[in-house]
């Protein structure tokens, strides 16, 4: 998380660093710091009393690479090549509606579906 000390003050930040062991924090004033361990809990009351400003919440995750299926797919190559949370991957970067629950069959007649030309 990525916060900012808008005061002119130093605030020490009380938090659990891999939650196991506190960790002090010190935070100059108009500092701004990046801090993983750090959780919303922790500077909740700085926060609401507008001494503390949250800048980034968001985690950073590697990118995930597109899914290729190998030339001319059959069910069998989808099965025994892909595992189901590639395939759920698949459908969601080709906009494939996928219903709560599919199961591995399921997933795959929807990717064949998709795969087949319409005047077929």
């Known amino acids: ?3 900012k000390n808008k005061t002119q003050r130093l605030i020490v930040l009380n938090f659990k660093k891999c939650g196991k062991q506190f960790t ?6 108009g500092v701004e710091l990046e801090e993983a361990d ?3 809990a ?15 919440t968001k ?6 690479d597109p899914i290729a299926l190998p030339e001319n797919t059959t069910a069998e ?3 025994d090549t892909f595992k189901v949370k590639e395939l759920r991957q698949y459908c969601k970067e080709n906009d494939i509606d996928l219903p709560t629950g599919s199961k591995e069959d399921d997933i795959v007649s929807l990717i064949m579906d998709s795969l087949t030309p319409d005047g077929e």
Do not use: S
């Open 42 to 56: 922790d500077i909740e009351w700085y926060v609401k009393r507008g001494y503390i400003e949250i800048l980034d």
């Open 1 to 3: 998380m990525k916060i």
């Open 59 to 64: 985690k950073t995750k590697a990118p995930v």
């Open 38 to 40: 750090l959780k919303i």
């Open 77 to 79: 190559i989808l099965k």
């Open 24 to 29: 002090a924090l010190h935070l100059g004033g």
